[in-house]
């Protein structure tokens, strides 16, 4: 396949117009090695690497803890479709043997299944049930613990070590020691938390290097008590943002790249299982959710994920919060690469990785064409 005359993403985070090669799947450096036979004209197109959601639940009717492949292949085709082409979903805080049932699935996915219709299941984000009471969100209260290097040993390993992130509140009792045991198997993000600044600090120093959906389901920054953020913005930690237009206001978001800047910002959904489909009554980690436009919440009101995919969320980003496309899409592809450490085979237009382009309008960056492993879909 050739992709001709669209402005495609480059590795420096800039658009130049020019082609795109690929053969078997990969992208390649010249016409001469590419596979010629199908030839897609890009005009008044950007090309961009497809996106990578670390962070989210579900679509399409289905969740992620539903511990099914059926779920897994229904939440992939849907992302692929939409320019999501790989995917790190996330667990809640359920019991023990659920997640485990949840690992196991997901490991037998990726060793038994070939989809290529389906985004690639590149790991799995562990979302509870190392967190706070106090700042539980939508999490089920009745399956919180505290953390567990054993627990984690087992379900890492049913996963068969897909385990790419695990969220933790650092007040709580063992989460030191665990952040400190972990540091060097996963990625230890904050999360779900009433931590004050100090233990915040602490915790970054031992080792951890995220933070989960940033200023949800967390003490706010202010003037006296600045909290998990500053010391996130102290500590130069990668910091997650959900840009659906519910959870964080345009000017916050726009801020917050002022602060971290573009290096450091990770584009998620932390969709649930309403999206893609209409309004209506749905659940997440076992509870009740109602979903009216954008927004899911419990029956108290609380927020409980959003019903928007990740390219909606990207899209959102620069056409209602006048975030550069630049940073949209290094944030939303590159950066959320990295951090899962998947960078290597996704996230870059580049030679030898694998093949997953998307071509949006220019005008309104309204899809175009998902070509996802050097097919188009």
Request: proline residues 3%; hydrophobic residues 40%.
């Amino acid at each position: 396949m050739i992709i001709k005359n669209a402005s495609v993403f480059t590795e420096e985070g800039k658009f130049a117009k020019q082609d795109i090669y690929i053969k078997d799947g990969k992208f390649v450096m010249s016409a001469e090695e590419a596979d010629g036979e199908e030839i897609i004209d890009g005009e008044e197109c950007f090309a961009i690497p497809g996106l990578t959601d670390i962070h989210f639940h579900g679509c399409m009717g289905h969740d992620f803890c539903d511990g099914t492949r059926e779920a897994i292949t229904a939440m992939a085709e849907y992302e692929a479709s939409v320019g999501v082409t790989s995917i790190v979903p996330a667990t809640m805080t359920l019991g023990e043997d659920t997640l485990q049932g949840i690992c196991e699935t997901a490991a037998a996915y990726v060793r038994e299944v070939s989809n290529d219709k389906a985004a690639d299941l590149c790991g799995i984000n562990m979302e509870g049930p190392f967190v706070a009471a106090s700042k539980k969100g939508a999490q089920n209260g009745a399956y919180i613990r505290k953390p567990d290097g054993d627990m984690f040993d087992k379900l890492n390993k049913a996963s068969g070590n897909m385990i790419k992130l695990v969220a933790i509140a650092p007040e709580v009792e063992g989460a030191m020691e665990f952040i400190k045991a972990k540091r060097d198997e996963t990625v230890l993000s904050v999360a779900h938390t009433a931590t004050d600044y100090d233990t915040a600090v602490e915790a970054f120093e031992k080792g951890a290097t995220h933070v989960t959906h940033l200023y949800n389901a967390m003490n706010p920054y202010t003037h006296r008590a600045p909290g998990p953020i500053a010391a996130a913005a102290d500590a130069g930690a990668e910091v997650e943002l959900i840009c659906d237009g519910v959870h964080i206001h345009p000017a916050v978001v726009r801020t917050t790249f002022k602060i971290f800047g573009d290096d450091k910002v990770i584009l998620i959904s932390d969709s649930m299982m309403a999206t893609g489909l209409e309004d209506g009554d749905y659940s997440l980690g076992g509870q009740a959710v109602k979903v009216v436009g954008n927004l899911a919440t419990l029956a108290d009101g609380t927020i409980a994920g959003s019903a928007t995919n990740l390219m909606d969320c990207m899209r959102t980003a620069v056409l209602k919060m006048h975030i550069p496309l630049e940073s949209a899409v290094k944030c939303a592809a590159v950066n959320s690469a990295k951090s899962v450490g998947i960078y290597d085979k996704y996230g870059s237009i580049t030679p030898g990785k694998v093949a997953n382009v998307v071509l949006l309008k220019k005008n309104d960056l309204a899809l175009e064409k998902v070509v996802l492993r050097g097919k188009a879909l």
